[in-house]
């Protein structure tokens, strides 16, 4: 450990959450105090990225602490296309390390790492809520509305566009008729408030530390909210997003049959004025929950033996590149994530101050490197196979580990399988697409990747760079797309079999 007792530790976790739409990340219509407050009192990550955008497999590389290429869960099992829908075990979950250390282990909300295996296969107290959307129908969801007389679930005022087939499209929005105490993400609140306080209970008689995960399914879409948050921001005061001027001209066609699913083009401007509106209204309902669980742990007196992190899975496009939810396409919108992080044991907090205070970071890190931080603030090591690095020693010291400067991440399909792979440096993006076009963006002139520089020989040179640098880093991996890049780019000298044939490797170079 990098100094200090074991701390105890606090996951808020949302779905689907774009950077943008904090206070924090320059928002100045959207109110997010509880978070932005985090921000100020402790470490804002300028450059999280998810490793993949989609929910489940992101979510078991932040259990096992390996990439998705490792432990195989690829896809959401509700969109499943012949992919693996539990974990195997190869790779155990940090849970286990904790509970062996003495730490009692909580899980409130969101779980989606499988389709059957909840929380308590993998360790955790707290029961199981399955999919990938707000279960209204769970029967401990029922009892808490019914237990303080609050309505069930409820929508009016629904927002679809419509398919390409001329079908009604998915559920966009709607006005829920409840309250917001008889909201999802209330509930969500209200359990691990009830957690927080139990353990902070046992805490005072055994001293043991706990770890508790607040997991959110929102702000994910349909924007289900009551009616002070679905109308809480103008539509008017929305500025559309920069990228909606999306051609898709030089994109990979999948763009555009995406665009079409989602329903884009049937839907108005005021349309998508009012959607980003009430998912700012979403943002900023998750908040005020956020702000609940932060006033009761200051209220138990825990805050100062608490760290205290908050991210997302992965990001929204919400009308970005005339696209919806997330999906092919490897753009900020959803790989660029919300990271913020107050940690006790810090160098202020030991000099006397509160905290470090508002420190922005702006290393390359990962969903991947907060499994090292969980075990490294508990004073244990980080397994040999794990693919991320420990942020403890920047938390704690303001010390930079050794990062790379690029950051990588990977993509198998949602919907249908369509492998992908990403590199992201400060200043460009290389997306290699097998079946498609690959992309390469100028991110200093073209911030909001509408240009597609691939084929301009202005880049001849950025590009080889790029995939060299991708394809050492996927072949160090242990990532297999590399024998795609083998043949396919300018990488460098054959080094290898290719053909992995034990009859290739007889033949003979010269032979017929």
């Known amino acids: 450990m990098t100094g ?14 774009r950077l943008d739409t904090l206070g924090c990340y ?93 929380p308590r296969e993998f360790g955790f107290d707290g029961e199981h809520y399955p999919g990938w959307g707000n ?19 409820r929508l009016r005022s629904q927002v679809r566009g419509s398919f390409p087939n001329g079908q009604p499209g998915n559920l966009l929005a709607g006005v829920l008729e409840q309250p917001v105490e008889a909201t999802f993400e209330y509930f969500l609140a209200e359990r691990t408030i009830e957690r927080l306080r139990s353990y902070a209970a046992h805490h005072r008689t055994d001293g043991r530390p706990f770890f508790l995960a607040c997991h959110w399914f929102g702000p994910h ?17 929305v500025e559309l997003p920069a990228s909606m001027a999306e051609t898709f001209d ?60 908050f991210t997302a899975d992965h990001g929204e496009f919400t009308g970005s590149h ?49 499994t090292p931080t969980f075990l490294d603030l508990a004073g244990l090591p980080a397994p040999a196979y794990f693919d991320g690095a420990s942020l403890l020693p920047l938390l704690r010291e ?16 949602h919907h249908f399988p369509y492998p992908q792979r990403m590199i992201r440096t400060r200043t460009h993006k290389l997306v290699v697409s097998p079946a498609d076009d690959n992309e390469l963006y100028d991110l200093t002139a073209d911030p909001h990747e509408l240009r597609n520089r691939y084929h301009d020989q202005a880049f001849a040179e950025v590009r080889r760079e790029l995939l060299g640098t991708l394809y050492r880093v996927l072949r160090e991996r242990g990532d297999n797309f590399y024998h795609w890049m083998t043949s396919m780019y300018d990488v460098g000298e054959k080094s290898y079999d290719t053909a992995l044939s034990h009859v290739d490797d007889h033949a003979g170079k010269g032979s017929e």
Not at 250 to 264: D, E
Not at 398 to 413: I, L
């Open 398 to 413: 303001g010390r930079r580990p050794d990062r790379a400067d690029h950051v990588v991440a990977e993509f198998h399909g």
């Open 221 to 237: 879409l349909p924007y289900c909210l009551p009616e002070s948050y679905y109308h809480r921001y103008d539509p008017a005061a």
């Open 26 to 118: 320059g928002n100045e219509v959207c109110e997010t105090p509880a978070l932005d407050g985090l921000a100020a009192s402790g470490t804002r990550f300028e450059h999280c990225y998810t490793p993949t955008a989609i929910c489940t497999p992101a979510r078991a590389t932040l259990l096992t602490g390996v990439l998705p290429f490792r432990h195989t869960l690829l896809a959401n099992y509700e969109r499943n296309v012949g992919y693996r829908e539990e974990l195997d075990g190869r790779f155990p979950p940090f849970s286990e390390a904790l509970a062996g250390a003495g730490y009692r282990l909580g899980h409130v909300g969101k779980w989606h790492v499988g389709k059957e295996n909840g």
């Open 135 to 153: 279960p209204v129908r769970h029967p401990d969801y029922l009892r808490y509305l019914a237990d303080r007389g609050l309505p069930e679930f």
């Open 322 to 370: 005339r696209l919806h939810d997330k999906g092919p396409a490897m753009y900020d919108d959803i790989y660029r994530i919300p990271l913020l992080a107050r940690v006790p044991g810090s160098a202020a907090s030991a000099a006397g101050a509160a905290w470090p205070g508002g420190r922005v970071d702006d290393s390359f890190v990962t969903l991947a490197d907060l």
């Open 250 to 309: 030089g994109k990979p066609q999948v763009q555009r049959h995406y665009s079409a699913h989602w329903t884009f083009d049937s839907l108005s401007p005021d349309d998508w004025r009012q959607l980003i509106a009430a998912y700012w209204g979403y943002v900023s309902l998750i908040d005020s929950q956020v702000g609940r669980i932060l006033r009761a742990l200051e209220e138990l007196g825990l805050t100062d033996d608490t760290a205290v992190l």
């Open 4 to 17: 200090g007792s074991r701390s105890n530790v606090l996951l808020l976790m949302t779905d689907q959450h």
